[in-house]
């Protein structure tokens, strides 16, 4: 999958595209970069997790946290009767929709279809 990222992030730079990154988008990182394989993570040390999240912070336009996220959270899984870890989905929507941004590049393209206004990209298909 790294390969289909970096071509799609590298081509969106390319043609100027600005990308951005919330605070929840890098602890999500973390959790995945410091857990180990043989537990579906990337098996990083401390070190390596650190290195690799400047990159991702330096790389990609880091947008602050907003008191406007959490209600617009509540109030989407509510009305889209959201249960379990599609919840944090739901928090990057939310997320989105206060910072006025439309794209999603993500492979999971079936569990944010539910969500108007928000267009989801799989990196395999950037053109």
Same mark, same amino acid.
């Given at each position: !999958?790294?390969? =289909?990222?970096?071509?799609?992030?590298?081509?969106?730079?390319?043609? #100027? =595209?600005? &990308?951005? $990154?919330?605070?929840?988008? /890098?602890? *999500?990182?973390?959790?995945?970069?410091?857990?180990?394989? %043989? *537990?579906? #993570? +990337? #098996? &990083?040390? %401390?070190?390596?997790?650190?290195?690799? &999240? *400047?990159?991702?912070?330096?790389?990609?336009?880091? @947008?602050?946290?907003?008191?406007?996220?959490?209600?617009?959270? *509540?109030? /989407?899984? %509510?009305?889209?009767?959201?249960?379990?870890?599609?919840?944090?989905?739901?928090? @990057?929507?939310?997320? !989105?929709?206060?910072?006025? &941004?439309?794209? +999603? @590049?993500?492979?999971?393209?079936?569990?944010?279809?539910?969500?108007?206004? %928000?267009? $989801?990209?799989?990196?395999?298909? $950037?053109?």
């Amino acid at each position: !999958m790294y390969i =289909d990222v970096s071509r799609a992030v590298s081509m969106l730079f390319d043609r #100027g =595209d600005e &990308l951005h $990154v919330i605070g929840q988008n /890098l602890i *999500e990182f973390w959790a995945v970069a410091t857990r180990a394989i %043989i *537990e579906n #993570g +990337l #098996g &990083l040390t %401390i070190t390596e997790a650190a290195l690799e &999240l *400047e990159k991702l912070k330096t790389t990609f336009t880091v @947008l602050p946290d907003s008191a406007d996220v959490l209600p617009l959270w *509540e109030e /989407l899984v %509510i009305k889209h009767q959201v249960r379990g870890k599609q919840s944090h989905d739901a928090r @990057l929507v939310a997320a !989105m929709k206060v910072y006025n &941004l439309t794209h +999603l @590049l993500t492979f999971n393209t079936t569990d944010f279809k539910r969500y108007d206004g %928000i267009i $989801v990209v799989d990196p395999a298909f $950037v053109k």
